[in-house]
């Protein structure tokens, strides 16, 4: 069984926010941190904590009451510089990615930068080429929420007078989109929609993949592919990967525009729309494109029983329905890696995701410029049991390798449209000519990120503050 009272709230539930604060710092004292660390374990939200929260949410909306409830909630990640930093000693963590560091990752990732393998300087923002020790992320209702929190922790850590024991490298303030946009990225496409379905935690999954074990998601627990070797401290922990991810929405749109998929009865409106849905596997309002392949269908999104129940099996597949590089078809294959001839489980390659928007909405001056003028996109936050297995891999060996997945052979689908990096070409997207190879510039920019992990409250309280 899961000690939800164990767990950070982050991880199987999501703390609820409309804004979130993550700030990264360096820990300069030591001693005085650890002790100061005693302070700050109270505030930290666990999943028990979460799920009171959001009955308390629901109650609210029950009664019609539309206004927020003032609520905030604060989560902590280390990464490995900041265990060694401590001296605590995380080798039973045993993975290499975290051991490095994202920024030692960022040539095999395939980041923006120059020089190769051996002296790799990633275009990053200068803030993730320093060294960071750990995250501390605030979520909330509204700014002076979360902003209070904040302040409570910084005080705790005698941010700003001479007791201070860390020092920040950069605070990131994410906000959900406004109005109509709430839930959608900047693309304007639906997100969190599928994330893994967890047996013991769900209660009640709706129709879609495969439940996982809660170790695929949580150390120390039944599938965690380190089971047997775990220290006591990690148990109840997940690996944290971060990204700090542009999405340049204009040339995105341009790019649509310019791209239509020429299918007959379409407006080249609609063929652009279309073009969207195929790069993603799903239309704007959430809706597979598995279930509705030519046109949207909008009451498919609005049903859990529906809206991720699709495998990439729909008759007329190989690329005709969804193109094997659609972003949800690369970093979710389904049948594609889970039926014959592969028949693999799919378990170590679940992530759940829990990001959040930055950026200001598009403006009047973009628009005009049809090019992107202010920093906007996606904190991409993901938990899992092992980053190499994780998030590294779903990067590296599917979204950023042409031939996967493999079924599609001999034909070769190309990157991930969104987030794949190197030689940005697809196929499939024209339903009618699928070996048709489209060409495309980058929509997502990677700026930098570290690989955390999230220690249980005992690991917290017993083992890292002290
Ligand atoms: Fe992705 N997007 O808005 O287009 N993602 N993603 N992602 N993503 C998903 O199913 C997006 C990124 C996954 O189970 C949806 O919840 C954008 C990274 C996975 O079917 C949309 C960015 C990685 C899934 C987006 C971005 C992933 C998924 C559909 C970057 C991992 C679930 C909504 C700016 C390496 C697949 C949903 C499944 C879904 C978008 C990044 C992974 C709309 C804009 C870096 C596993």
Redesign the pocket.
């Known amino acids: 069984t899961l000690d939800l009272d164990n767990i950070q709230g982050d991880v199987l539930s999501g703390l609820p926010k409309k804004t979130q604060t993550y700030f990264f710092f360096q820990i300069t004292d030591v001693k005085l941190f650890r002790s100061q660390l005693t302070q700050f374990v109270p505030l930290v939200k666990t999943t028990a904590q979460v799920l009171k929260d959001r009955k308390t949410i629901e109650d609210h909306k029950k009664k019609g009451d539309k206004t927020l409830i003032p609520m905030s909630s604060v989560n902590i990640a280390f990464s490995h510089k900041g265990f060694a930093q401590m001296g605590v000693d995380d080798s039973t963590l045993d993975d290499t990615d975290f051991q490095n560091g994202q920024r030692a990752d960022a040539f095999n990732l395939r980041d923006n930068g120059t020089g190769g393998q051996n002296d790799f300087v990633p275009d990053w923002d200068p803030a993730f080429m320093q060294d960071i020790h750990a995250l501390i992320f605030v979520s909330g209702d509204s700014h002076k929420s979360v902003n209070k929190k904040m302040q409570q922790v910084k005080d705790i850590f005698g941010v700003g007078s001479t007791k201070t024991s860390i020092k920040e490298v950069k605070t990131i303030v994410g906000d959900v989109r406004p109005g109509k946009e709430a839930g959608?990225?900047?693309?304007?496409?639906?997100?969190?929609?599928?994330?893994?379905s967890v047996i013991g935690f769900d209660k009640n999954p709706q129709p879609?993949?495969k439940q996982i074990q809660s170790g695929a998601l949580i150390l120390g627990h039944e599938g965690d592919p380190n089971l047997s070797s775990r220290a006591p401290w990690v148990v109840d922990g997940s690996f944290l990967?971060f990204?700090y991810?542009?999405?340049n929405v204009l040339e995105f749109d341009n790019f649509l525009r310019d791209n239509p998929v020429p299918l007959a009865g379409l407006t080249p409106e609609e063929g652009s729309e279309l073009l969207g849905a195929r790069?993603?596997?799903?239309w704007k309002s959430?809706t597979?494109i598995d279930l509705a392949p030519f046109k949207d269908d909008p009451e498919i999104s609005k049903n859990p029983h529906e809206n991720?129940d699709f495998r990439f099996t729909a008759e007329g597949q190989f690329q005709k329905i969804c193109p094997f590089a659609a972003?949800?078809?690369?970093?979710?294959p389904?049948a594609d890696l889970e039926d014959p001839p592969i028949s693999a489980s799919l378990q170590k390659r679940?992530?759940t995701?829990r990001?959040v928007q930055f950026g200001p909405e598009v403006t009047k001056e973009e628009r005009k410029a049809g090019k992107t003028i202010e920093g906007r996109?996606?904190l991409?936050a993901?938990y899992q049991t092992s980053i190499e297995d994780g998030?590294a891999f779903?990067?590296k060996s599917?979204?950023n390798e042409p031939t996967f997945p493999p079924g599609a052979a001999p034909k070769i689908p190309g990157l991930?449209p969104?987030?794949g990096q190197g030689d940005r070409k697809l196929i499939g997207t024209d339903p009618n000519n699928p070996d048709v190879e489209l060409p495309m510039p980058e929509?997502?920019v990677s700026r930098g990120g570290e690989y955390f992990f999230s220690p249980s409250l005992k690991g917290l309280r017993e083992t890292i503050a002290m």
């Open positions: 959608h990225e900047h693309f304007g496409f639906l997100d969190g929609i599928s994330n893994p879609g993949p990967a990204r991810l542009f999405q790069l993603v596997g799903r959430g597979p991720n972003h949800v078809r690369k970093t979710n389904r679940r992530i995701r990001g996109g996606l991409f993901c998030f779903l990067q599917w979204a991930d969104l987030i929509f997502v």
